[in-house]
């Protein structure tokens, strides 16, 4: 099972150049969302979406844009990555737990920004 | 300001010894999940619990949801190595929907 598949792992780019990270869930899950982790920072949610089609933004939105043009894929892109970019990017699907959500996420993907 | 906080934010002990790391928020959770990261990998959900005074155990751990549902802990009996690893919080709140809100996280290391 591959679950959410995060590509690619790592990427180094210079400031200014512009790249989409990829993510695929076979779970068929409505809900995707992309965080960004720095240390001491914790997860914080950049956009999500809840089914296809939808997008809406998170906590830290500004620098970057998504699209959900089909179900199991979430693309983050940067038009103009800045060197305060640098991080670790998750995605994540979900389904619903009761009163709440279970999160899956992928492996990471690394970013450093020049 | 985090809407979470962490405490501590590092702990290094030795196998065998217990340990308990917290999650505070001013606001009201209408669930509170942990999650557990291990380097290099996303993280995974160890427990959810949604009513206050609740007590969750997995094996060694034991969680605990406050009973006004400001906050949680988590109880690890006679650690281990393999507990290494990064502890996250995660809370609902009302207001947020189906967004969690993350704390900072609590780095445990477990030494042999």
């Known amino acids: 099972n591959a679950g959410v598949t995060q590509t690619p792992k790592f990427r180094v780019l210079k400031t200014g150049q512009s790249m989409t990270l990829l993510c695929a869930q076979d779970?068929?899950?409505?809900?995707m969302y992309w965080y960004r982790q720095d240390p001491g920072m914790g997860l914080r949610l950049i956009h999500y979406?809840?089914?296809?089609?939808?997008?809406a933004k998170g906590e830290v939105p500004d620098g970057y844009n998504v699209s959900r043009l089909k179900k199991q894929n979430f693309l983050l892109g940067l038009e103009s990555a800045a060197p305060s970019q640098t991080s670790v990017y998750f995605c994540?699907?979900?389904?619903?737990?009761?009163?709440?959500?279970?999160?899956?996420f992928g492996e990471g993907s690394r970013l450093t920004v020049l | 300001t985090q809407l979470l906080e962490q405490s501590p934010q590092f702990l290094s002990i030795q196998e065998g010894e217990n340990l308990t790391v917290y999650c505070n928020s001013s606001s009201v959770f209408s669930s509170l999940q942990w999650y557990r990261q291990e380097p290099g990998e996303g993280p995974v959900l160890l427990v959810t619990v949604v009513t206050g005074g609740e007590v969750k155990k997995l094996k060694r751990l034991t969680f605990q949801f406050g009973d006004a549902r400001k906050d949680s802990s988590l109880h690890i009996t006679a650690a281990q190595p393999g507990d290494t690893g990064l502890y996250l919080c995660?809370?609902?709140?009302?207001?947020?929907?189906?967004?969690?809100?993350f704390g900072a996280g609590t780095i445990l290391r477990v030494k042999s």
């Open positions: 994540a699907s979900s389904r619903p737990t009761g009163n709440s959500w279970e999160l899956f």
């Open positions: 995660a809370g609902g709140f009302p207001e947020y929907g189906n967004k969690l809100v």
């Open positions: 979406s809840v089914g296809e089609g939808t997008t």
């Open positions: 779970m068929n899950h409505e809900y």
